[in-house]
């Protein structure tokens, strides 16, 4: 009796699922965005399946056909080509993007701005720096500008 060799192929999917669901779902949010650890739970979670699968298809003792065995080295392949791919285009292509060369630089000094805050207020640079926090002086301010539009 022949049994089909299932977790070879949930490996596989899983790992197209986890390459395919990286643009689509988790870049939705920084959390997932910025270090892609579900991504990386996933293609874990289908190394595994595909690993007892590809155990299963060499299994000694078993007479297994040739195609099997063929079809289980194709797909772990094809998945370890997944992973690289997504290895490749989420580490290493990132960090070919070019430096943006008008940003700012830490210590280097704000030229004044005119703002509105999060009630509608106006706020300047003159402003943050001339109102005293416990009594003192800021010696700086610290800005931090989000993503989008409220």
Sequence with gaps: MRR???PIWAG???SVFAF????????R????RDFPWANLLLFGIAAILLLIGFRRAFASGHTHPKRRKIAASLLATLSALVLGLF??????MACWLPASHGAPQIGQKTPEFLLADTNNKSVTLATLLS???NGQAP???L????????
């Design 4 to 6: 089909f060799n299932w």
């Design 12 to 14: 596989f999917v899983l």
């Design 20 to 27: 395919i669901s990286y643009p689509f779902v988790f870049a």
């Design 29 to 32: 949010w920084s959390m997932t």
């Design 87 to 92: 290895v490749f285009s989420t580490f290493i």
């Design 131 to 133: 109102s005293p926090i």
């Design 139 to 141: 010696k700086g301010a």
């Design 143 to 150: 800005l931090i500008f989000y993503r989008g539009y409220w």
